[in-house]
């Protein structure tokens, strides 16, 4: 995956905004306000994605690309590296995973707005 598939696949999901809110150099995603996916535009060395506490410690021992979250929380974040062997399916899901674990904890009247805008 280079930066160009990570950033169409990101921006595919409903109600999803871009946007460089701590320099030019971090590219972040955002649902509904919040951020569920970042990463360094320049070198795409990395993404942080948020991930439930018991399966981001899973991953963690079972692959070693997946690490803590960088300059994240540690128990909700990890930080993803790129090219290291982890399979393109795998970071789609991780996205996915991601994206839906934020999605989730929005208001209710934001969750109904962005199902509303996927029909």
């Keep these: 995956m280079n930066i160009e598939d990570f950033r169409d696949y990101c921006l595919l999901k409903a109600g999803v905004t871009e946007e460089t809110p701590f320099g030019p150099e971090t590219l972040v995603f955002k649902v509904g306000g919040k951020v569920f996916a970042l990463t360094d535009i320049e070198t795409f060395g990395s993404i942080n994605l948020k991930c439930d506490p018991e399966r981001a410690q899973e991953l963690r021992e079972q692959h070693e690309y997946v690490l803590p979250g960088y300059h994240m929380n540690k128990k909700h974040w990890n930080t ?18 991601s994206y839906d674990l934020v999605r989730a904890s929005l208001p209710k009247k934001q969750r109904d707005e962005l199902a509303a805008a996927e029909q």
Excluded: C, F, K, S
């Design 80 to 97: 993803v590296l790129i090219g290291t062997g982890a399979p393109e399916r795998q970071l789609r899901e991780l996205i996915d995973h």
